[in-house]
């Protein structure tokens, strides 16, 4: 079964939503199609589109820059277009930015987990696309972790950001294109006029794998399948002082810091009950950070080894493992302080709420706070269901 995604469909069609249109583009190297052409290529290549302006998300147009790296708009040398930046001083655009722009076409590989900011940049984008009248073009691609799976904590009021604006839980299980509709419909305070162009022969419960669609990393830090099966929940790390792998060969596969005894943690993590619910085992590593925390540093800790796939839940995991540290090292282990800017810690940002480090603090276990999730889930669960492309 070949699966296309929506750029393959719309170059099917003869790019006839775009004709006659001044089409700007936001896109990274990670919009491709099944022979390695990106978006940017394909769509500035072809005299039936005119492309009028490129807009880049974080880690830029070309997908090179670390995460949090802001940018300023700048021009592309290769077609001369202005390069309108949504990661630094503008997250949403201005009107100035649509000046030469009648429709925004959205293609990039977002991989269904509420942190990523693709997602909540493109929601920006939404907004200033209703107030302008400008349409916004969708062309989408499958959730790489599937569109089964909705899981972990839902984002509470208070605690919008770049990384979670709306209440979603960290695992939506839906593609870019449904969760756009979905934010478009529900929380967009001007409705935009927006256009979906769905993948071909995708179903919810297909692997990665299965869809024999290219992987190209959408941002510097999430090179391979094993760490966006990892990312879900090892993201959270960010939010202490362990290494969650920046800087090594495996990102989110590893955790660690210069004062952990990385065959003790092992061999604690291994004994623990909910160890085998997660369907991992993890073993010993030791690794030098070339950037981000304890650059240069010998680490010690621990690397995920996902043993039952089926079984496999990288927030519970994930979670588990950092509130065993967290009991296992008192004295070391700290969460990152409150920003001043935004009045939370970077872990609460992520996870979406103060509760959870609150529950770890305080001896809960991961376990007594599941119920709650899955009662969200829930009631996500139907509240995304007319938004569903594909059943």
């Known amino acids: ?28 190297p990670s919009a491709i199609d099944r022979d390695f052409n990106n978006a940017y290529t394909i769509l500035c290549n072809d005299e039936r589109v005119n492309i009028t302006a490129l807009f880049a998300p974080e880690h830029g147009l070309m997908g090179m820059l670390d995460d949090g790296e802001h940018f300023e708009t700048q021009h592309d040398p290769t077609t001369g277009l202005p390069v309108y930046s949504l990661y630094g001083k503008n997250l949403k655009p201005t009107a100035d930015m649509f ?11 977002d ?13 920006y984008l939404l907004e200033a696309a209703g107030e302008y009248g400008v349409t916004v073009v969708v062309l989408d691609r499958p959730n790489p972790l599937g569109g089964k799976t909705i899981y972990g904590p839902p ?7 770049l990384v979670g604006r709306h209440p979603v839980p960290v695992m939506h299980g839906m593609t870019l294109g449904e969760i756009i509709w979905m934010i478009n419909e529900t929380w967009n ?38 760490t966006l099966r990892n990312y879900p929940g090892a993201c959270l790390i960010e939010g202490t002082n362990l290494s969650e792998g920046r800087g090594t060969t495996m990102p989110f596969e590893i955790t660690g810091a210069p004062w952990i005894d990385g065959a003790r943690l092992a061999q604690h993590l291994n004994s623990q ?8 085992r993890f073993r010993p590593h030791a690794f030098r950070p070339a950037q981000s925390k ?45 920003n001043p800017i935004t009045g939370h810690s970077h872990f609460d940002r992520l996870v979406g709420n103060s509760s959870v480090r609150e529950a770890i603090d305080n001896g809960v276990t991961i376990g007594q706070l599941i119920p709650d999730w899955l009662v969200a889930a829930a009631q996500f669960k139907e509240s995304r269901h007319p938004f569903l492309l594909y059943e």
């Open 1 to 28: 079964m070949i699966v296309r995604s929506g750029l393959e469909v719309l170059r099917l069609k003869g790019y006839k939503p775009l004709q006659g249109q001044r089409v700007g583009l936001l896109t990274n």
């Open 189 to 226: 305070p001007h409705l935009a006029r927006l256009s979906i162009i769905p993948c071909e022969r995708w179903e919810r419960a297909m692997k990665w794998e299965e869809t024999k669609l290219p992987w190209v990393p959408p941002s510097p830090n999430m090179p391979h399948l094993h």
């Open 294 to 338: 304890f650059i240069g540093e010998h680490c010690q800790g621990v690397q995920a080894h996902i043993v039952d796939h089926d079984l496999w839940n990288p927030i519970k995991a994930w979670l588990n493992v950092i509130a065993e540290i967290r009991h296992l090292y008192p004295d070391d282990f700290a969460w990152l302080p409150i």
């Open 273 to 280: 009950d909910w160890i085998d619910d997660c369907g991992v």
């Open 155 to 161: 984002l509470t009021d208070g605690f919008k950001s």
């Open 99 to 109: 000046n030469d722009v009648d429709v925004l076409v959205c293609d990039i590989q």
């Open 111 to 123: 991989i269904g987990v509420r942190y990523y900011t693709f997602t909540w940049t493109i929601s």
